[in-house]
């Protein structure tokens, strides 16, 4: 009976760990001709729209991630994706970050990342699977040329009732002020704080 017991016990813990999936998340490129793209080729004389492409298996669920970019001279050294004609046409309107687990995808405004660089890199994720819900907490870096400025994005998503949805945008900072320069900080930027009405 005791061991039973010990194999139900071992059994349920095991079924909950399986359900948190922590994991670094890698990316390839995907250059595609674009007049309007930001990146130059000297040798073809043609213009590129630059993506960064994610697709990470998760259990039974499948994420994909597409980050238009804006700063490919930091990307020639990247694994380059497969392009594809379907691949082409889900990018090639897209100017913001898509995000899609399994059927289920919503684009995100990134206008709100300041100093010059308007590019985010997936870093890494955290998978939680529940009854109801599935929760995702996305990382997300960001180049920029500026010492100061955000760095970091942390955004959470809720996959519910056939919906995906953003819970919560945090950046990470690091500030300006002479006191606590250099010293790391964060912000919710999404949703944005509301102003209390006394």
Same mark, same amino acid.
């Given at each position: 009976?005791?061991?039973?017991?010990?194999?139900?016990? !071992?059994?349920?813990?095991?079924?909950?760990?399986?359900?948190?999936? &922590?994991?670094?998340?890698?990316?390839?490129? *995907?250059?595609? $001709?674009?007049?309007?793209?930001?990146?130059?080729? @000297? %040798?073809?004389?043609?213009?590129?729209? *630059?993506? #960064?492409?994610?697709?990470?298996? #998760?259990? &039974?669920?499948?994420?994909?991630?597409?980050?238009?970019?804006?700063? $490919?001279?930091?990307? !020639? %050294? @990247? /694994?380059?994706?497969?392009?594809?004609?379907?691949?082409?046409?889900?990018?090639?309107?897209?100017?913001?970050?898509?995000?899609?687990?399994?059927?289920?995808?919503?684009?995100?405004?990134?206008?709100?990342?300041? !100093?010059?660089?308007?590019?985010?890199? /997936?870093?890494?994720?955290?998978? @939680?699977? &529940?009854?109801?819900?599935?929760?995702?907490?996305?990382?997300?870096?960001?180049?920029?040329?500026?010492? =100061? =400025?955000?760095?970091?994005?942390?955004?959470?998503?809720?996959?519910?009732?056939?919906?995906?949805? *953003?819970?919560?945008? *945090?950046?990470? +900072?690091?500030?300006? @002020?002479?006191?606590?320069?250099?010293?790391?900080?964060?912000?919710?930027? +999404? /949703?944005? /704080?509301?102003?209390?009405?006394?």
């Amino acid at each position: 009976m005791k061991q039973f017991l010990l194999i139900i016990f !071992f059994s349920i813990t095991f079924y909950s760990q399986a359900q948190t999936i &922590k994991s670094k998340l890698d990316y390839c490129t *995907v250059f595609i $001709p674009n007049e309007k793209g930001y990146h130059y080729s @000297e %040798d073809e004389k043609k213009y590129y729209a *630059v993506f #960064l492409i994610t697709e990470k298996k #998760l259990q &039974k669920d499948t994420l994909k991630i597409a980050v238009y970019s804006e700063t $490919p001279p930091l990307y !020639f %050294d @990247e /694994p380059k994706c497969k392009l594809t004609p379907a691949l082409t046409k889900n990018l090639e309107n897209l100017r913001n970050v898509k995000i899609q687990l399994n059927e289920q995808s919503i684009v995100i405004d990134t206008t709100f990342i300041e !100093f010059g660089i308007e590019t985010m890199y /997936p870093e890494k994720l955290i998978y @939680e699977k &529940k009854k109801s819900e599935t929760l995702l907490k996305l990382t997300f870096g960001n180049y920029t040329w500026t010492s =100061g =400025g955000y760095h970091r994005y942390d955004i959470y998503l809720i996959a519910k009732n056939n919906q995906l949805s *953003v819970a919560k945008i *945090v950046a990470f +900072y690091y500030s300006a @002020e002479f006191k606590s320069y250099g010293k790391e900080k964060n912000e919710v930027i +999404y /949703p944005k /704080p509301t102003n209390k009405v006394n």
